[in-house]
């Protein structure tokens, strides 16, 4: 199984401060990488797919980089409404893995 | 607008069966493989099973193997997750979700989820 491991677990950030999520993952998966935001009590929504490629209606703010076995998820500018888990998902090969999360609290 | 609607959840004792629902809207159903993921209670997302948009092919988590089976019906835009020999750990809220590629029998990237519906498994 591909295993994901993102960092850190937790991060409490100011708002407009940039903020960097990791993901890596434990063989090389190339591009086949998505992230995706879930706030409090409500489902996952999808961020960024394929490592890097941008969504429509999620803001610029959000931008993902990497390929192989190392993933990064950035925010530029973060904003109040940013407050959510964020998670990696992988799509190389089965079974389906997602990483254990990064929570955002924002101060 | 396109929308996924979850149903069946319940309280269920351990090693009993129930059957979950999702209701697909605003899209073509026929066209798209369809996921199940859970979350446990505080935890992250576990990847339970996949149908192809025939139906023609699954796949599962170890997890569930032998003990769940998902299916679909087309014509009505519904896809169903039977759950058998449920165990505790099986306690979750249990979304449906689209992936987001025409015609997959593959599994790519995730891009509608449903609301989800909560089961949980207890003596």
């Known amino acids: 199984d591909i295993v994901l491991t993102q960092s850190p677990d937790f991060q409490s950030v100011t708002p407009k401060e940039k903020v960097t999520i990791t993901c890596r993952a434990s063989q090389s998966i190339g591009s086949s990488l998505h992230w995706y935001q879930q706030k409090l009590d409500q489902s996952p929504k999808l961020l960024i797919k394929y490592a890097s490629q941008s969504i429509s209606g999620v803001p610029s703010r959000f931008s993902g980089s990497g390929s192989g076995t190392d993933f990064t998820l950035t925010i530029d500018s973060l904003e109040a409404e940013d407050a959510a888990a964020y998670y990696c998902h992988q799509s190389s090969s089965l079974p389906i893995t997602f990483g254990q999360g990064t929570r955002l609290e924002i101060k | 607008q396109v929308q996924l609607v979850e149903s069946g959840g319940g309280v269920v004792q351990p090693g009993r069966s129930l059957r979950l629902s999702c209701a697909a809207s605003?899209?073509?159903?026929?066209?798209?493989?369809i996921y199940w993921v859970r979350q446990a209670p505080g935890k992250g997302l576990e990847w339970v099973a996949l149908i192809s948009y025939d139906g023609k092919n699954q796949y599962y988590a170890d997890s569930v193997r032998g003990r769940f089976s998902v299916s679909r019906d087309n014509s009505k835009s519904t896809l169903h997750l039977q759950m058998n020999s449920l165990r505790i750990e099986d306690t979750a809220v249990y979304y449906c979700?689209?992936?987001?590629?025409?015609?997959?029998?593959?599994?790519?990237?995730?891009?509608?989820w449903g609301k989800g519906t909560t089961v949980t498994v207890s003596s």
């Open positions: 979700a689209r992936d987001g590629t025409l015609y997959s029998t593959f599994y790519y990237y995730i891009d509608v």
């Open positions: 605003g899209f073509t159903f026929s066209s798209y493989a």
